[in-house]
């Protein structure tokens, strides 16, 4: 196709849309799915052709609309002279008939979920600035609200030299944790020599209580893939994987469903738009290993091999791939870049704080109000994330932590929920931004207890490639279990300090660098719920 | 180039081996696709088993101690077969801070099952992930494929003896 067809297809799409005063949209992403959402769809459908209004309202499932604890949720958007959207909650298929019923009259009170609630007015979009606007499974509608127009824009005006300029300038880092910047990565991979180039976007997103990956590849598959093929035109590359959790069906589903959209509308394959560009992607499911997110042990994953991390340098950029130049980026990452180029890099830098720019997609959860997926400018304070989006702690409780960057990460506790978070803040505090996962602990949680388990996570995960790592791991996970029983001693919590910094400093790959972060971070916050666990004769004689 | 290898023919007459042949066909019997491959296994056939590592080596012209490598390295794959039904409780962050440890110990309790463990009647089997990614309705569990959020120790032990006691 050429890239005017493509525009036909967003007119047309649009003339679609405005030949109905009402649009009833189904969150259809995993949350609301796995409560029923379809049955809800359908019922909402079936009540549409029982009142014979197929003319007026259409029915359709949507990606993740954000509140994820208030599921299923339900749109109801009525176009005419005075633009109105109604957000249902907790709908049930039963609930089919007064929902539209009441379409173009009063709302349905006790299902109504107001829209001017912080967690909604507070956020920013740009990753998810179509997610739940748009059907993930219709081509149709992503080129409809501007998908592939940065694809058209860079292929057509842009050589791929513009392309990495725009995304230096940009000022984008890595989405995946690290915030390595991306611009950098492109141009060490362009530069490199190599027939061959892979591109490869990382959606092992194994941070346990992170879900924003999973959320964009279900609500917005169109979105990576078009920054994929943007990169790939940037960096020279021909070939590209897509690696996602095989936990994940759904979204490795719409994804392999939007690849197909793609090939056939002449997005991905030979001479993309008529131009002498190809690109091919496939999809390659992990199997259920944390260790690899990191990038050369997801690349051995990918060759059919045990995902065991190598030694870096050499980086992938220079050596990846069967031994290839490969770009890595996470799926965050790539679904920043269409926007960047639609909207220039200036628009983009002038978001979020002088060192972090753009927005940044979290996954909040644990014990606050309002759970769920958001999106916030870099810069934003944690309390507004806990107490203006998240609503706060239920239950009258005290807040007693945020956890961030899940196994790698650290517990920050309430006297910092001042700090904006960005990349430099939060490594500051002892935690990492990571990929985006954020559990809020109260009071009643034990924050050794929560070592414990991340602990347990690494011992579990740990490749054992690397003994201290391996053998490191094991031990401090041991330490914990004695303290947590209460039958450590002094030199048991000495003990585990150095630990902590001899696995932090002698292993192989980020798992166990970062494995010590949760016990180094709880140590320095919460250390007298270390201490109170102490046998009690240590206390005295010290 | 005269190609002097046999595709090894598939271990039984069974239909499930033809879907895996088409899986390893498609990557051109390449090594690379391993895991592809295992995935393939376990989804018609529920589980991976000796006989299947066999058939991959061969097919695949890989050490079969690499296909046992790769299949115990990752936590995905099963090695035994799992019971009529299986239950498995997410352990992410998220549901461990709303209670899974709770689940667990009352599942334990009730139906005397350690994670990981299938009953003596083969009915039902109680397995863990690190985080099915739908932390915000933690506490999660999937029921035969079915994710079902904000569960009680109480919800979860009543859904596992409703399997116990009945067929359905």
């Known amino acids: ?542 | 180039m005269r190609m002097d290898f046999n595709q090894p023919s598939p271990p039984s007459e069974d239909n499930r081996w033809k879907m895996v042949t088409a899986a390893m066909r498609k990557h051109g019997f390449k090594a690379h696709s391993l895991i592809e491959t295992l995935h393939t296994v376990q989804e018609v056939f529920g589980y991976l088993d000796e006989t299947a590592f066999h058939y991959i080596a061969a097919a695949l012209r890989v050490p079969l101690s690499q296909v046992y490598g790769v299949a115990t390295f990752y936590h995905f794959f099963n090695l035994k077969p799992p019971g009529e039904h299986t239950c498995v409780l997410c352990t992410g962050t998220a549901c461990f801070i709303k209670g899974v440890p709770e689940i667990l110990k009352a599942v334990q309790d009730h139906m005397r099952l350690q994670l990981g463990e299938t009953t003596p009647d083969n009915k039902v089997s109680l397995l863990s992930a690190r985080c099915v990614g739908a932390c915000g309705l933690a506490p999660v569990a999937v029921f035969d494929g079915e994710v079902a959020g904000n569960l009680t120790p109480a919800d979860v032990v009543n859904r596992m003896q409703r399997w116990m006691n009945h067929d359905t």
Not at chain 1, 111 to 119: G, Q
Not at chain 1, 285 to 313: D, H, K
Request: glycine share 10%; net charge neutral; hydrophobic share 35%.
């Open chain 1, 1 to 542: 196709m050429t890239p005017e067809e493509i525009q036909t297809i967003a007119v047309n799409q649009q003339k679609v849309r405005h030949k109905t005063p009402y649009h009833v949209c189904v969150c259809t992403a995993a949350a609301c799915h796995s409560m029923q959402s379809d049955q809800v769809k359908n019922m909402l459908f079936e009540e549409v052709r029982a009142r014979g209004l197929e003319k007026e309202c259409t029915v359709r499932g949507v990606g993740c609309l954000g509140l994820c604890s208030e599921g299923p949720l339900v749109v109801v958007e009525s176009d005419g002279d005075h633009p109105t959207q109604r957000l249902y909650k907790k709908v049930k298929a039963e609930d089919a008939p007064r929902i539209i019923g009441q379409m173009g009259k009063e709302p349905v009170a006790d299902l109504l979920c107001p829209s001017d609630l912080p967690f909604f007015t507070k956020q920013k979009k740009i990753v998810l600035e179509n997610s739940g606007l748009i059907d993930p499974e219709r081509v149709e509608d992503a080129i409809a609200l501007g998908g592939y127009a940065a694809l058209i824009q860079a292929l057509t005006d842009m050589t791929p030299a513009e392309v990495i300029e725009e995304i230096v300038h940009s000022g984008l880092r890595g989405r995946g944790g690290a915030g390595y910047p991306t611009g950098l990565k492109w141009s060490t991979v362009a530069k490199a020599v190599g027939a061959k180039k892979y591109v490869v976007c990382n959606g092992d997103e194994g941070d346990p209580g992170a879900f924003m990956d999973r959320s964009v590849l279900e609500s917005d598959p169109h979105r990576v893939l078009e920054g994929m093929i943007i990169a790939a035109y940037a960096v020279g590359a021909q070939e590209g994987y897509v690696y996602v959790r095989a936990e994940y069906p759904l979204a490795i589903k719409r994804l392999r469903n939007a690849i197909r959209q793609a090939q056939r509308l002449g997005l991905l394959g030979n001479n993309i738009l008529g131009t002498p560009f190809h690109f091919h992607v496939d999809v390659r499911l992990g199997a259920g290993a944390f260790v690899c997110g990191e990038e050369t042990a997801l690349l051995a994953s990918i060759e059919g091999l045990r995902g065991s991390p190598r030694p870096r340098p050499p980086y992938p950029a220079q050596y990846g791939l069967w031994g290839c130049p490969t770009l890595i980026n996470n799926v965050e990452t790539f679904a920043n870049i269409a926007p960047i180029i639609r909207k220039g890099s200036a628009w983009f830098a002038g978001i979020g704080t002088e060192k972090s720019k753009g927005t940044k997609v979290f996954a909040l959860a644990g014990q606050v109000k309002h759970t769920g997926l958001i999106e916030v400018p870099m810069g934003t304070t944690l309390r507004e994330i806990v107490f203006e989006i998240g609503g706060g702690i239920p239950e009258g409780k005290q807040f007693k932590a945020i956890q961030t960057g899940g196994p790698s990460g650290g517990c920050i506790p309430e006297k910092y929920l001042d700090m904006p978070v960005d990349y430099d803040s939060l490594s500051e505090l002892g935690s990492i931004m990571g990929s985006g996962g954020m559990i809020v602990i109260d009071e009643t949680s034990s924050m050794v207890d929560v070592a414990k388990y991340f602990m347990e996570f690494c011992v579990s995960e740990s490749c054992g490639k690397c003994v201290p790592c391996r053998v490191g791991t094991d031990q401090m996970h041991r330490l914990l279990e004695k303290i947590a029983k209460q039958k450590a001693t002094r030199n048991d919590l000495a003990l585990l300090e150095d630990l902590c910094d001899l696995v932090k400093k002698t292993s192989l790959c980020g798992l166990g660098q970062t494995a010590p972060n949760p016990v180094l971070s709880t140590l320095r916050y919460f250390r007298h719920e270390y201490e109170s666990l102490l046998r009690a004769e240590s206390h005295a004689r010290s």
